[in-house]
């Protein structure tokens, strides 16, 4: 299975993670988070 990967830096968009992960979403792709710390972000 191909997978996607989105890639946070300083000062991202937020409007375009918005619809990037909508766009997956709708095409049933599953969603694992991966961080630096297993800390939810706030």
């Known amino acids: ?3 996607t990967a989105v ?3 300083p000062q991202f968009s937020e409007y375009e ?4 992960l909508s766009i997956l979403m709708q ?3 599953p969603i694992v988070t991966v ?4 800390e939810k972000i706030k």
């Open 27 to 29: 095409g049933n792709k």
């Open 17 to 20: 993670l918005s619809v990037a």
């Open 35 to 38: 961080g630096l710390h297993s």
């Open 1 to 3: 299975m191909k997978k």
């Open 7 to 9: 890639l946070l830096y």
